[in-house]
C-alpha cells in the first residue's frame, strides 16, 4: 500500500526523541512528572455531567445528530457570547457547532484556500493551523511572534506579493504557547488589514475563560466590522474542563461558517446528543466554576514562576491560558534544555521548537499539573543546577 504523498509529506513529530526517553525511564520504573500536555487535571463540573447522564438514557439520544448541531446548543452559543463578550450573533447563520475546535481548525483550511494560496500563520503557533494548510495544499508564510512585539505579529512589514496571494490570516488570543494577550487596538488593527488586502480572519480562542489577576480576555468579534471579514473558533475544552468531551464552536462571518457547515456535512455527523445538552448546561449555568478553577490554575501560576526565577530563568508572567513561556539558560537549545530537565531531572517541558522556529530559545511548562505533583515537581526543578561552562538566563 503506498501512502498518499499528502500524509508522507507531513513534517515529522518534533517531540519522538523526547516522546521515546519518557517512555524508556517509566519502563525503568523512574519517576517522569510532566509539565509537557494542556490538558486540564482539574474535572468537568457535575452539574454538566449530571445533565450528560440524563440526556445519555433519552433515546432520542442515541440517533444520528445533524451536523449542524441541536437549535438549542446553537441558541446557547448566542446567549453566552452576548453576556460574556456584548456580541450578537445569529444562531443560525453565525454559529457551527465543532466537535472540538480542532476539527473546525483543521477543515476550515479546505474551506478557505485553494492549492496554492497562502496562508499567513503565527509562528510559534498550536501546529494545527500550518499542517491544515499543507494538506489542503495552501501555503504557509510565517509570521515571527516576537517578544519584542509582545508576541503579536507585525503585519506591517509582509512582502506585497506574498499579501497577493494570502487568503486567510490566522491568530491566537490568549496565545498557546507564549501565554500572550491581545488587546482591542490589536483587533482593530487585524480588522482593518483584512479589509484592506481582502483577507480572511481566523482567530483561534479556546483559552480565553482562562485568565488571571482579573483579566478578561478579548473576543476577535467585540470589534466593530469583525464579523464582515472574519470568524472565531472556541471550545468548551480548556473553558470547561472538557477536553475529552469534543465540543466546541466557530462563530462569525455567516460566509465562512456557511462554507464550513457544507465541508463538515459530507465529512462528520455532528456532536453526539448527550454532549451537546451537556455542552449547553456548561454554557448556561453559574460561571463561578470558571472563577474557582482560574484561581487555581493563578496559585500553580505564581508557584511556577517564583521557582523558575530562582533557578534563573527569565519568564512571562502570563495573563491567562494555559502556560508559562520560559526562557532556557544560555548555552542551552530549546531541545537541548528539554531534555537536560528529563534526563537529570525526569521532568518534562515542551521545546518551543515544537511550536516553530521562532520558538527557538523557549521551553513551555502546563498548568494542568495535579497541586501534589507541581510541588514535587517544582521542589526537582529547583534543584537544577546547570552545567560546568554553561550560565543561567538571568
Ligand atoms: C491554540 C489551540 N487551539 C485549539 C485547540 C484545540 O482545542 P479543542 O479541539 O479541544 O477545542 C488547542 C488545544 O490544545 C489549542 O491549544
Not at 42 to 69: K, M, Q, W
Not at 163 to 182: C, D, H
Request: aromatic share 8%; proline share 7%.
Amino acid at each position: 500500500m503506498k501512502i498518499s504523498q499528502r500524509v508522507s509529506s507531513l513534517p515529522p513529530y518534533l517531540f519522538v526523541g523526547i516522546s521515546k526517553k519518557i517512555a524508556e525511564k517509566r519502563a525503568r520504573g523512574e519517576e517522569v512528572i510532566s509539565f509537557g500536555i494542556g490538558d486540564p487535571d482539574l474535572p468537568t463540573s457535575d452539574a454538566v455531567i449530571d445533565r450528560l447522564c440524563a440526556a445519555a438514557r433519552d433515546p432520542a439520544n442515541h440517533r444520528y445528530p445533524e451536523s449542524e448541531g441541536l437549535p438549542e446548543l446553537r441558541r446557547a452559543m448566542a446567549t453566552w457570547y452576548g453576556k460574556r463578550f456584548h456580541v450578537e450573533l445569529n444562531p443560525d447563520t453565525e454559529i457551527l457547532p465543532l466537535i472540538g475546535s480542532k476539527e473546525g481548525i483543521g477543515h476550515a483550511a479546505w474551506c478557505y484556500l485553494d492549492p496554492g494560496d497562502i496562508a499567513l500563520i503565527p509562528d510559534p503557533a498550536y501546529p494545527v493551523y500550518s499542517i491544515s494548510t499543507l494538506l489542503a495544499g495552501g501555503k504557509p508564510y510565517y509570521l515571527p511572534l516576537k517578544e519584542e512585539n509582545a508576541f503579536l505579529p507585525d503585519l506591517d512589514i509582509i512582502p506585497g506579493e506574498v499579501l497577493q496571494q494570502a487568503k486567510v490570516l490566522w491568530i491566537n488570543y490568549p496565545n498557546n504557547p507564549t501565554g500572550a494577550v491581545a488587546e482591542s487596538s490589536f483587533f482593530e488593527k487585524v480588522v482593518t488589514f483584512a479589509r484592506t488586502n481582502n483577507i480572511a480572519i481566523c482567530h483561534d480562542g479556546p483559552y480565553s475563560e482562562v485568565a488571571f489577576d482579573g483579566y478578561r480576555p478579548h473576543s476577535l468579534l467585540e470589534t466593530l466590522g469583525a464579523k464582515e471579514v472574519g470568524i472565531e473558533f472556541h471550545s468548551l475544552s480548556k473553558s470547561y474542563n472538557m477536553t475529552g468531551w469534543r465540543i466546541g464552536m466557530a462563530v462569525g462571518n455567516a460566509d465562512m461558517i456557511d462554507a464550513l457547515k457544507r465541508f463538515k456535512s459530507n465529512l462528520d455527523s455532528g456532536i453526539p446528543q448527550s454532549i451537546q445538552y451537556a455542552g449547553i448546561e456548561a454554557l448556561n449555568s453559574s460561571q463561578d466554576v470558571v472563577e474557582k478553577r482560574n484561581a487555581i490554575y493563578q496559585r500553580r501560576r505564581d508557584l511556577m514562576i517564583d521557582t523558575l526565577h530562582d533557578i534563573g530563568l527569565n519568564v512571562n508572567i502570563p495573563k491567562a491560558g494555559l502556560y508559562v513561556w520560559a526562557h532556557v539558560p544560555k548555552g542551552y537549545n530549546s531541545v537541548e534544555f528539554a531534555t537536560e530537565l528529563l534526563d537529570k531531572l525526569g521532568i518534562v517541558v515542551t521545546p518551543g521548537t515544537g511550536y516553530g522556529k521562532n520558538g527557538e530559545g523557549y521551553v513551555r511548562l502546563s498548568l494542568t499539573i495535579p497541586d501534589a505533583l507541581l510541588v514535587k515537581g517544582l521542589s526537582k526543578l529547583s534543584g537544577w543546577q546547570g552545567i560546568v561552562g554553561r550560565t543561567k538566563s538571568r
